[in-house]
T-cell receptor
Framework: DAGVTQSPTHLIKTRGQQVTLRCSPKSGHDTVSWYQQALGQGPQFIFQ???????QRGNFPDRFSGHQFPNYSSELNVNALLLGDSALYLC????????????????FGPGTRLTVT | QKEVEQDPGPLSVPEGAIVSLNCTYS??????FMWYRQYSRKGPELLMYTYSSGNKEDGRFTAQVDKSSKYISLFIRDSQPSDSATYLC?????????????FGQGTELSVKP
């Protein structure tokens, strides 16, 4: 049973560039959430996708955008990169959306480490 | 004030010790609480979750919630070097525990042989 996969593993970009990160959810999961984890900090929620729509969004600027495909995989796009965007970007998958009842687990992928120089 | 606060440590203990990891939270609406373990350069792994107040035990791990003081704890018995990791507490912001998770900063634990 494949878990959450993310690509690429590492990425180095220059300020002002754009980057796309990819995530495939755990088999059977339909909801994808993205988090940013700065060094020494806990993950910060960016947004969540369900049924190809953004359902919740954290306190991140519009430079951060995403997409979910019919096969439930997802992309995170960041435009006009800043040095402060350097972090580990985590994708988490789960089954169902808030409100469907019952506790559910968010399974995290290994992350993509983005370095902006 | 952060919604979930956690002492970042680092915490160093000898093998076999009982470890106590703690978080405080400020939002009274939080009902579910999760503990994640994150090894270096890996994604967080869900250890266990608890609902409302009380204890939950899973092997060497016990999670405890005290809603009156807004305090959550994770106890590790007979700690092993393989328990060396960063431990993150988290809570979902919505009543039905889905969606956005609010994480603490994480506590780095080192168990020495």
């Amino acid at each position: 049973d494949a878990g959450v996969t993310q690509s690429p593993t590492h990425l180095i970009k220059t300020r002002g560039q754009q980057v796309t990160l990819r995530c495939s959810p755990k088999s059977g999961h339909d909801t994808v959430s993205w988090y940013q984890q700065a060094l020494g900090q806990g993950p910060q929620f960016i947004f969540q996708y369900y049924e190809e729509e953004e359902r919740q969004r954290g306190n991140f600027p519009d430079r951060f955008s995403g997409h979910q495909f019919p096969n439930y995989s997802s992309e995170l796009n960041v435009n006009a990169l800043l040095l402060g965007d350097s972090a580990l970007y985590l994708c988490a998958s789960s089954l169902g959306l808030a409100g469907l009842g019952g506790p559910y687990e968010q399974y995290f992928g290994p992350g993509t480490r983005l370095t902006v120089t | 004030q952060k919604e979930v606060e956690q002492d970042p440590g680092p915490l160093s203990v000898p093998e076999g010790a009982i470890v106590s990891l703690n978080c405080t939270y400020s939002n009274s609406a939080f009902q579910y609480f999760m503990w994640y373990r994150q090894y270096s350069r890996k994604g967080p792994e869900l250890l266990m979750y608890t609902y409302s107040s009380g204890n939950k035990e899973d092997g060497r791990f016990t999670a405890q919630v005290d809603k009156s003081s807004k305090y959550i704890s994770l106890f590790i018995r007979d700690s092993q070097p393989s328990d060396s990791a960063t431990y993150l507490c988290a809570s979902p912001t919505r009543r039905n525990q889905g969606g956005k998770l609010i994480f603490g900063q994480g506590t780095e634990l080192s168990v020495k042989p």
